[in-house]
Every structure is written in C-alpha cells, then in structure tokens.
C-alpha cells in the first residue's frame, strides 16, 4: 500500500528518492510522485499514475533540483488512479508539499469548512485536505510552530494520517506518524524518513522508529517531539541487521524465486531463537487458559497449521482466527485470553484491528513478526521474530516457511519436547535443498499438467492447511481458479466438478493420513481426474509425481514445491509474480 519517503542531505535528492521508491514498488501502488525544494526556496513537483518507469518516462524525476525533498507510491483508496489525484499536493500558498500514508476519516466534513476559507482544491484524495489543514492551522498560529499546531489538529482530524510535509520557506521535512508506521533512517550527513527501512537500506541500516503522535523535524540533524506532551523525546537509535544485497534480486528473474531459495538458509536462522525470549513464549502460552491464533492470508494458513500441530503434538486447543472475522468471537477475549498475532510485515489492518478489540478486553497479546519494529511487534506483549530478512515479492513464501517452523518448535517446547522438536524441524531444513534442486521438473509439471483453468488440491491433518496455501498463492499469483479441500470433503460437494484430465495435486505424506488420502484420490481417478501426487513414495495411483525426501514432519517439504508450482504457473502465464495484480504486500486498510 502506500509507500513514502523523504530525504534531506548534501546529495542531490531526485536520484536518491527515484532509486527508494523503486524499492517501495513491491508494496503495491498505482500511481507515484515526487517533490523537491529547488534553489529559489520554491516547490517543485512531478507525478502521474502508473508505474514509475512509466512516470518517468514522460516527467523525468531526475530532473527535479535540490537536496531535499519527498516521493510517494500510492495505492487509491480516496480518488480514481488519475494523475491530479497523485501525491505529492502542495498547500495554497506553495510553502509546503504533502505525501501521505493512512486515510483521514472525516475529509469531506474538512474539506467543505477549508473550501469556505477560500482552499482550491486540484483532486479528490483526502491527503490533500490534509495539506491544506496544515496550511490553514499554520497561519492562525501566533507561533507558527508545527508541535503546537498537530497537537490541536489531531483533534480535529480523524483516522490515520502518517505524513512527510516539505518545507520549502525553512528547508525542513517533518514526518509525523499517526497510525502507519515512519522510520527515520540515519545516514552520514544525511537523514530519510520512510514508511519502510528497505527503501533506504543501501544508505544506512540505523533507524529510529517513530511511536504515535510523535513528530520528527529533519535539517540537519533530527529532533522528535512528542505532540501530546509538545516536549522533545529521547532519540533510541537501532541498528537493523538486514542488508542491500537481501533487498535485492542477486541475479534471480523475481524475488519471489529469490525468496524460495532463500528458505534453505533462513530456515535455520527461524529455528535459532533467542531462547530467553522463545521460552518466555511458551512461558505464556502454557499459563494461558485460551489461546487464539490471528492472521491474515498466508499467516492465517500458518495459524491453521499450527493449531493443528499445537493439538497434536501439545495437546492444546489454540483457535485459529481469521483477523477480519476477530470481531465475531470478541465475547470470548477477556483477561485470560492471550492473543498470538502472526504476521509478516507486523502492518496488517486486520490483525492490529483484533488486536485493539483484544487489548480493551484486558487479553495478552503475543505476536511472531517478520519485520522489526512494526506496530504489531511494538503492540505485543512478547514477540519472537522469523529472522527471515526482507520479504520483497508481494506472495509471502520464505515468511511461511518461518512461522510454521517456529510455530512448530513452540508447539514440541510447550509438550516439553524441544529436542525432539529441533532433531525432526532440522531434518526438514537440511531436507529443504532437495526440494530447490527439482524446480526444473517443478516448471515442466506446471507447463505440461497444470496450466489450466481449474485445479483442485487435497490434503488431510497439516496437510490440508498447506494445500489451502497452495491454492492461494495460485490464485494469488498465476491467477488462476483453484480449491483446496480436506481429502474427506470432495464426497460432500467437490466431487461434482471432477471430470475427465482434471487436476488434482494430492499431498499423501508418509503419516496417518496416507490410507484416507489413498480413498480419496481413488475418488477422483473413479470420475477420470489426473492426479500430481506429492509424496515421499512413488505410488501407482499418481499419474505424475513430484518426490519429497522421506522425513518426520513430511507435510513442511511440501510447502516449497506448492510455492514453486504457483510461481512457474505464473510466469508461464506472463503473469509477473512480484507484483500479482490488485494485491499490496502490506495491507494496511481493513
Ligand atoms: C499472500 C500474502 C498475503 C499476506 C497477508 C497478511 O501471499 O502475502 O495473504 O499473508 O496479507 O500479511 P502479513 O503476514 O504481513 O500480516
């Protein structure tokens, strides 16, 4: 969703910003701009919907002057994706140029009361309401002070309204936070401040993060006030341990493949927890007496097999839920209730939702993020995190791979079981490179059997979550239909749409869910389906077959071969599977 970015130092900005928002890209977006403060103290702004090489090619970023300035992605929530509805928008005066990340709320009530002061308006966002609110407050200020004057504007301004707001009369960038997250980045002489670290990682890896309601002022140093108590605030300086080169493709066609191949090694790094804080988790999860999962998409599907896992092997009844659907089931949240949140980016609208409903009703909220310093990690009680590195490609591969791992290890520490746990988790990992040396035959499967209209996928146990993530990502990403079903459900309804050459990718682990799933593609032969069976033993039922090695916990290895099927389906389809249509990596809005 909306990205943004800001910098300020003695290097021309334009390069600086094209480069950051090339990176924000993966986000999601539909239009992009960017605005400079040029030598004559005046604004200077560039901007259209469309990709930005698409941009470029008729504005020219590079063109823009100065050595400060901010650039935008935007994903349209408020305005058609027209090019007067992109950010950046200036005030009236021309002073200051806005971007913004959030939606504010009660816009059309503030836009009517400026336009009767006189504000002309130029699109149909709310961000530009903002602008001019600013604008408007600013002059009747006596001290004509920003701290002072967003202290009263939260007041009036609903919703979440994170921004950068250029200066152009002081050389100045503001960045304020109000519900999505900003992150000052700290570089030698210069300083950034954007909704996400990867989009300045090649300049500098130490960052502050920015709380709520809390302001920072970039020239050239940066001083951060909290616009509540209107005093200036410690400044805590973190170091990330992400690097340039993991943000970038390293000679892969996609990050999505990238990010595949990556589980080999970042598996271990999930399984290598800080043992004070992951023994603290099973502390907690062992005391409480309900324990809901909540996520959303992928992370859901992760929830559901945990909770399968959690009931197998810990004998626990965790619930997994959706965190759209939170809402429904808030009568049973109340102070002995701890809330696991899963999430990737640690941004998701959805969970942060359940989360607040949660923490009214007095629950503990626990969470497993990818991304540190996300709201959900800082609304969290406790935390573990995946040590997954960024995940770039919008389709989350190597972030499920992580949190089902470690939700499995928690699931063995809680039945205390941990060696166990760790021998059968690390059998999978060091299993894991079999599974990327056979992503050719993975390509020509999915060329020559699955490249239709329809697909169907079974599985049954932990398994079943996982076709359910199969399906996703090939819905997700090559677009294409298709429905995951527990292999004992098709006799209830799904069985009607099998017809001769359909197919049908039957997960049959070595576990005692072999002989059912037997029953079931038997099922599907009967009415001429063509079964993909995915197995650790080559049975006659399957017309084709992918191996897997023969391991414990074998529905793990099956993960990265349904995420290798979806992404060659993809690109097979001309699809680009970084960037799936309609979808952004992180799904701030409900
Ligand atoms: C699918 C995908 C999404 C996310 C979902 C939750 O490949 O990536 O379904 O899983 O939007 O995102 P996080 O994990 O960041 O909360």
Redesign the pocket.
Known sequence: MCGIIGYIGKKRAAPILFDSLKKLEYRGYDSVGMATINGEAEIEIKKGSGRIEAVNEKEDFLTLKGNIGIGHTRWATHGAVEDRNAHPFTSCNGHYALVHNGILENYLELKEDLKKKGHVFTSDTDTEVLVHLIEEEMNNSKEKDLVKVLSKLTQIAKGAYTFLLLDAKNNIIYAFRKDSPIIIGIGEDELFASSDITSFLAYTNKAIILENNQLAILRDNCSIYDIQTGKEVEQEITTIDWTAEQASKSGFPHFMLKEIFEEVEISKHALEQDSLKFNGMIDVLSKAKKVFFL?????YRACLLASIYFAQIAKKHFMPILGSEFKTYQNLIDKDTVIFAI???G??AD?LEGINIAKTKGARVVSLVNVIGSTIMRESDQYLTLNAGPEIA???TK?FTSQVLILTLLAYGLSDRLKEGREHLYEVVRKLEVIMNQSDTIAILAKDVLNKNDLYLIGRGASYPIAMEGE??IK?IAYIHADALAGGELKHHTLALIEPGVPCIALVPNDDTKDDMINNIMQIKARGGKIIGISSEHLELFDYYISIPKVHLEPLLMIPVLQLISYYLSVIRGNDPDFPRNLAK??TVL
Do not use: F, I, N, R
């Not at 996520?295 to 992370?299: A, D, L, V, Y």
């Open positions: 996520g959303s998409g992928t992370s999430s990737q980016s941004e998701t969970v919008v389709a989350s972030a996703l990502k997700e992180s799904v």
